[in-house]
């Protein structure tokens, strides 16, 4: 009987300190009422306040949450407002006829008010070790860690620590207009600390992608990682590799095409997390950080963020064969050597090896990478100006963005003969008619690398039918 007892006891003992190991420390919530802070509802989507007015009328609680609440907070435009609640998607797709159901690792509604889409996510409840069986059919997470499926509800609380950043976890409420800070993450955002909610190393298996997000925020929004949250990241970066190429092609262009590409590049070479990412152009990284690799990757991405400083159109073609042109030279010359193929042949078959594997970490679509091929193969014709040639390039559609390739190519590896096609192709742009066929008469008439005089045969004497 008392060994029963005992064992009974040892039992009890040991599953409240799982319990107590596995609880994440929480800290008090706070209110801020609407006298102390700076968010207004003018600066709010008219489209989520009607998200937001409505589950309150049906008798939900909602708030608006995430880079939403932080961005103008900190007196940015949010890009787009989300929305958190308790009731669960088919209930807000039940209040919405303009709801459609998305993903299945984390169950969302979107409501759709024309080009506008507000996310509605349902409170994230924990996940608990010992309802692993009544719960698998709404959760899988995989032996690293990983979260494959996540569709456990709970409570506000418990969202708010589900959440991945402190400063991603504030909440705004229309019913008394006041902020909810249930982690810390007003503090934060004054300090300037990116943070993460809980243990670091258990979050980032969860979601390798969170590692990458860090850096996004801390470069997008000038702030600086915790040294906890900083510190696993380049013993775990290698946990991208088990992501889909096809989120990691998007995680990219929210890295790199945002508007903060040149710093959030620093930070990921940083954290060692630009190798999983490209590592056809890490491994030719140099001591120095002076290779023409490094130079064109440096340039074109600060080049990107200064066009979207300035509102100008950038496309994700132009900035995946800027970084991938020189890793596609070297292939090219080194087939040509191996093989005997011409250079042409070898600069073909370079561009399917490279794109290839290039797309095995990031699933670059198919629609990019014909463009991609379009921006380097004109790099070969450029050169051939002669006779209608070169009116014909510039009808070209990608012409612009080659050109642009080849004003980088001038500048980085300086060149004379490069940098002699770049400026005259540069004022050729913008000639006068007359100006244009001076410029094309004073070119070399002779025969070119690439332009071979073709002679027509003599035909043969006909001969007169006898009858």
């Not at 994440?24 to 600066?43: E, G």
């Not at 609640?85 to 008010?113: D, S, Y």
């Not at 801390?218 to 949250?229: C, D, F, Q, V, Y």
């Not at 800027?322 to 292939?331: D, F, T």
Request: net charge positive.
């Amino acid at each position: 009987m008392f060994t029963r007892v005992a064992n009974f006891c040892r039992k009890v003992l040991s599953r409240d300190n799982d319990v107590a190991t596995a609880e994440p420390v929480r800290q008090a919530m706070t209110v801020i009422p609407r006298d102390q802070h700076t968010l207004s509802r003018s600066d709010i989507s008219e489209n989520a306040l009607k998200v937001l007015y409505r589950l309150n009328k049906s008798g939900y609680e909602a708030y608006l949450v995430g880079g939403g609440v932080r961005d103008l907070l900190l007196g940015k435009k949010p890009k787009d407002f989300d929305i958190t609640t308790n009731a669960t998607p088919e209930q807000v797709r039940k209040l919405f006829r303009n709801c459609r159901l998305v993903g299945r690792r984390f169950r969302l509604a979107h409501v759709m008010f024309g080009p506008e889409v507000i996310e509605v996510a349902t409170f994230r409840g924990h996940h608990e070790q010992h309802q692993e069986q009544q719960l698998k059919t709404t959760s899988q997470q995989a032996q690293s860690g990983m979260l494959l499926r996540d569709n456990i509800f709970g409570s506000i609380e418990e969202d708010a620590q589900r959440r991945d950043f402190s400063i991603n976890s504030l909440y705004y409420s229309v019913a008394d207009f006041s902020v909810r800070d249930y982690t810390g993450g007003l503090n934060d955002l004054r300090q300037g600390v990116i943070r993460l909610i809980g243990d670091p190393e258990t979050r980032y298996r969860e979601d390798p992608v969170r590692m990458l997000r860090a850096v996004r925020f801390a470069a997008k929004l000038n702030m600086t990682i915790s040294p906890e949250t900083a510190e696993p990241i380049p013993r775990l970066a290698t946990l991208l590799h088990d992501i889909p190429a096809a989120r990691l092609f998007e995680e990219s262009l929210k890295l790199l095409q945002a508007g903060y590409g040149y710093p959030t590049y620093r930070l990921l070479c940083e954290y060692q997390l630009f190798q999983p990412l490209f590592p056809l152009i890490s491994r030719h990284f140099t001591p120095n950080s002076d290779s023409h690799l490094e130079k064109m990757v440096a340039l074109v991405l600060k080049n990107t963020d200064q066009r979207l400083q300035n509102d100008m159109r950038v496309n994700p073609a132009f900035l995946f064969a800027a970084m991938l042109w020189y890793p596609l030279i070297e292939h090219a010359q080194k087939l040509a050597q191996e093989s005997g193929l011409t250079y042409f042949d070898s600069f073909a078959l370079a561009m399917n090896d490279i794109l290839d594997e290039q797309c095995r970490s990031l699933a670059i679509p198919k629609r990019i990478t014909s463009l991609v091929r379009d921006i380097w193969q004109l790099q070969l014709r450029l050169s051939r100006r002669q006779g209608k040639r070169a009116y014909k390039l510039m009808e070209h559609p990608k012409f612009r963005a080659a050109y642009d390739l080849l004003s980088l190519r001038a500048e980085i590896e300086r060149q004379p003969e490069l940098q002699r096609l770049s400026q005259w192709w540069g004022e050729f742009q913008v000639a006068t008619l007359p100006r244009q066929q001076a410029m094309l008469s004073t070119l070399d008439d002779g025969p070119t690398p690439h332009r071979h005089s073709r002679r027509r045969k003599p035909s043969a004497p006909r001969r007169e039918r006898t009858s």
